[in-house]
Structure formats: C-alpha cells, structure tokens
C-alpha cells in the first residue's frame, strides 16, 4: 500500500513538473528576459538576442552575414545611338578569327552583410502575430565582378572608343550590356564594375512568434517584411577611376535578368525562420 501512495505522490509531482516545464506563462516587463535565436532565410545566416520592453513590445539586435557566392555571367555586347553597324564592320580586323564573339565572360560575386535593430508590436495578447519596424544597416557594395579573358577583343572595344571616326559621326559607345548599362573596358583590356545600395536600409514587416517565447523555453519564428535600400547604383573603374554609369533607356532588354533586377530594384524582400531560446 505505501509503494502505490509513493508512486502516486511522484506521479502527481511529475506531471505538475511537466506542467510547469510547458506551462510557464512568463511575465513580460521591461528587459526582464532575455532571449538568444539563430536563423536562416533571404538575409542568409542571421544571430539575434531579444528583450521585452513591455507587454507588447520587444527589441530585437542581430547580425546577418552570408557566405562568399561566385558566378559567372556571360554579357551581351551593348551599343548606343546607332554605332553597331560601323563597329561591326570594323572590329573584326582586329581579331585572331576575324569574328565577334557573342559573349564576354566575367566573374562575379554577391555580397551581403549587416546588423539589424528591430521593434516588434504584438497587437494581440493571446497572439504571436506582429507588426516589425526598424532598420538594417549593411554593405554598401552587394556585388563586383570583373572580366574573366577576351582581353583582345576588350582593348580593341576600347580602340574604338577612343578613335575618331566614331567620335566624328556623333556615335555612341560600345561595351558590355549590363541591365540598362554600358560597360566599357579600360585601356588595359579589362571590365571592373559593381552595384552599390544606400547602407541604412529601413525595414517593415510582419510575422509570427515571440522574439521572447513566454509559454515554453523554445519557439520557431517567422518573418516577412521589406529592406529599403534605395535606388542602386552602377560603378565602373576605368583609367580615370571610379565613376558611376548613368542608365540607357534604348537597349535591347535581352540579357541576364538577375543582374538586370538587381541593378535596378530599390529593396529587398526578407524572410527569415528562426529558432529562439529564452534564456532567462
């Protein structure tokens, strides 16, 4: 009879104990918890750590980070106010097999770091929907890249623009088509150019779960929202140095998409999953 009474006693504090493991309500105040996540999604690899500041605001500080992505995007040669046909009949003298080829090949890379301050506003009190502002603040350069050969046919490019035939005629430049953009070679033989955004980036959003989980230990988070970073910006590093491109509203629209969109977006969409754990 005692053995059923001890194991009755142990079993009621063990389910009291699970109870409160997976029960346990906690109260939000200002910065009275504190609570550690890591996640992935559209900003790549992201660290936070999240305090209340009441009942229905908390404060969120992270890093994101991503890790070095290459590519290598083959460009359409561009041409402006009408300088095709005459490049076209004169290039070709200068190439090993007389021909123009239909690419120039490049190597790239994508860019993405920043930190993030963000205020989430819990609308409901027996929900984990949110309202998000704040902002992130980043690299202002998300991708370069720079030619990967054709140097021959790069430095005849550059001959021609130089010469002063085209000049003579009111003809335009020749390049390398990049979303709206010319990009022409430098004396060398050699195309450098990168896409900049502004580095403070506000941001807006919603989502789902607590930044500080108040019924368990452990929560799953997600989030969705926009980075405004403003109109971006096209450089290239010519034998004068660095200098931004202005745009050509006459091209053909043919090329790399990705590019093309990145080059022109003015923000960037977010969404991130997270795992999250209340410290204290």
Known sequence: ???????????????TSVHAQYND????????????????????FSLEAAAPISRIVSVRVGADVMPNITTHPELDLGFSQG????????????????RIPD???FDGKYK?????????????????????????????????MNTAGDQILLEAIYAFNHWDVPKDLGLGKVGVKFGNYILEPDKDGIIKTSVEVNAFRPYI?????????????????VDLGIQFWGKPKVFLEGDNGKSQLEKYDNLDPKGSKTLKTLSETTFWPTLNVKCVYRIF
């Not at 009879?1 to 389910?15: P, Q, R």
């Not at 996640?39 to 790549?44: D, E, K, L, R």
């Open 103 to 105: 690419k120039i090949h």
């Open 25 to 44: 309500d906690v109260e939000l105040g200002r910065f009275n918890h504190l609570s550690a996540g890591a996640g992935i999604g559209t900003t790549f």
């Open 1 to 15: 009879m005692k053995k059923y009474v001890l194991i009755s006693v142990l079993s009621v504090f063990g389910l």
């Open 112 to 144: 993405y770091a920043s930190g993030h301050l963000l205020f989430d506003v819990y609308p409901f009190k027996k929900s984990s929907f949110h309202v998000t502002a704040g902002a992130y603040v980043g690299n202002k350069e998300i991708i370069n």
């Open 205 to 221: 959003g919603i989502g789902f779960g607590r930044a500080v989980p108040t019924k368990h230990r452990f929560a799953c988070n």
């Open 83 to 98: 300088v095709k046909d005459v490049f076209q009949e004169w290039i070709p003298k200068f190439l090993p097999n007389k």
